[in-house]
């Protein structure tokens, strides 16, 4: 959580160190008993409405709608109260209604257990609001009430302030208050504020939030779907190439062969002792064919070289993304700016899935977008990786249609990574990535 009330710090003056959250942590706790009491009014009336009218049946089931429906907008207020003011994010878990009659409707709120935790959150809250109401207006009016007695005291019947057992005059007395009142300000008051809205936001978490089973599920389904697309890039990539050496290199060394078979024939018959007069002819056409074989065993060689390049180029593990991505940009008939803010080497699949991400946007941008520059910005915001490529393209470019945004989809979320593209009809088109890069 973003507020005072994270990890326990042996500091007593920790909450000082962002005073502006100890102040929203103080108006969330000062706003909660005005907002639950009005709350818990509501649900109360209505619960007990529909429970006395259960008898008529038919009566009771506009209270009851009413009570889900409106739970339900209490419920949303509260999670953006919770995340206004104390700095908690709590995840909505209660999942849409699929029914399409009113009755259906109705049942499936009476039966979701997320909906029925959310009307006990408003009955619940009312009771830890006021605790966390009372103990932080007492903590702080106390604390500055002592903390100011010597400015006031002269004002008071005797000039004396009574304490029940005790009563204190001017002098040392006052002054040891006001030394009472000041430890209350700087600790007492603003741990009081920090304790009692935690107390209140673990309420908001346990009935208002997902359950840990849920939570639970969600990671696992999560870890799923990376995995899944962690797979199908592989697949994809194993695809793309057994495709190039099919079509590329695989044909250039058949050709290879068959030219190499061809100018032996021609070699061993100008060699043979029944060569005539055509042996001149023969040397020179086995000349020209072991010539073109050369060409095609350089061609072969550079496609199968392009194709390893692609697989995992060599100077992006010798020299890193810097260096790898600067090759790339000088390559790219678009003119593009490049930014990188790295400071050291990140790990070998983060660097790779840059890389790949880089280079097809890149080619993306070369074939489709029409663009007359791009720009790429690379840099790492604490354990993740974040990439943004931009061009002035005309736009449109949707992953759902095209595989290669697609296939770049799946290789960032196998990582654990996200993916937006942000390509309006017209342009311009961005692409910003997110990768965990942590050692």
Sequence with gaps: MNTGMRSPDLNPLRPWRHPLRL???????????????????VIVV?????????ITFVLALP?????????????????????ALAGVRIDDPVPPLVATSAWGRLKERVRSPQRRREIAHHVASFPVQTFAYV??????????????????????????????????????????????????VLFVAPWATIGSARLSVTLARALLGPTSDAVHQAEVRRIEQQRGAAVD??????????????????????ALAAGLGAARQKLDAELSPDAGTGAAQNMEEGRRMVAEAHEEAKAALKEIRDLVRGIHPVI???????????????????????????????????ESAAYFVVSEALTNVAKHAHATRAHVAIARSGDRLVAEIRDNGRGGADPDRGSGLRGLRDRVEGLGGSIWVISPPGGPTTISVEMPCAS
């Design 316 to 350: 992006l593990e010798d020299r890193g993304l810097d260096a790898a991505l600067s090759a790339v940009v000088a390559r790219s008939p678009v003119p593009v700016t490049l930014d990188v803010q790295l400071s050291s080497r990140l790990p070998a699949a983060v």
């Design 63 to 83: 209270f009851a709608w009413l009570t889900f429906v409106l739970s339900r907008g209490f419920a949303r207020f509260e999670r953006g109260r919770v995340a």
């Design 46 to 54: 209505l619960l007990s409405l529909t429970a006395g009218l259960l």
């Design 233 to 254: 890039s592989a697949e994809a990539e194993r695809r793309r190439i057994e495709r190039d050496l099919h079509d590329g290199a695989q044909q250039r060394l058949v």
């Design 135 to 184: 103990v932080t207006t007492a903590a702080w009016c106390g604390s500055l009430a002592m903390l100011a007695l010597p400015t006031y005291i002269n004002g008071m019947p005797e000039d004396e302030a009574k304490f029940h057992f005790f009563e204190v005059g001017q002098g040392l007395g006052a002054a040891g208050v006001a030394a009472v009142g000041l430890f209350g």
């Design 23 to 41: 102040w929203r942590v103080g108006c969330y706790n000062l706003t909660g008993l005005p907002v639950a009491t009005f709350v818990f009014s």
